[in-house]
């Protein structure tokens, strides 16, 4: 058993909110996990093939306009942004959040992130939870689209 199959499961909101809260510099990344990236170790473009610096990851940490806002809201509008990423890439794609150092952007302006320490599973339940919040904000709010017209 490798070490990837013993991270902690972030099962509710809260879990990855209290990270937030206590950890700065983590990230989002959607894939076949940490043991499948660590081989790889980096992201290509989907559009050219380009071999990128790191691995494409969305960062969670909160910013400083979102003020006094609550950390498990934040969260699940990051999770819910991306939560569209499993069918698009394909079966066993998944959420998990891990540290890093950002090398660079990526065409969709999102860190490109090396040194990275696998820090827990995000489990479908957290997504769950993160729409449900997402569907509760009055304002129009939706995963990002990708289609082109």
Not at 86 to 96: D, L, N, T
């Amino acid at each position: 058993m490798s070490t990837f199959d013993e991270l902690p499961v972030l099962r509710d909101l809260r879990e990855p909110a209290r990270l937030v809260d206590s950890t700065p510099h983590l990230y989002v990344r959607w894939s076949h996990g940490p043991e499948a990236d660590e081989n790889h170790r980096e992201s290509r473009d989907a559009l050219t093939g380009v071999r990128m610096s790191g691995l494409s990851a969305n960062p969670l940490d909160v910013e400083p306009w979102w003020e006094d806002r609550p950390v498990e809201l934040w969260v699940a509008r990051r999770l819910y942004d991306y939560s569209h990423l499993p069918r698009e890439k394909g079966e066993g794609v998944r959420p998990w959040v891990l540290r890093g150092r950002v090398e660079g952007r990526g065409p969709d302006n999102e860190p490109l992130v090396t040194n990275v320490e696998p820090v827990g599973w995000v489990d479908e339940t957290v997504i769950r939870e993160a729409a449900a919040a997402v569907v509760d904000q009055r304002g129009p709010w939706g995963p990002m689209r990708r289609d082109a017209g």
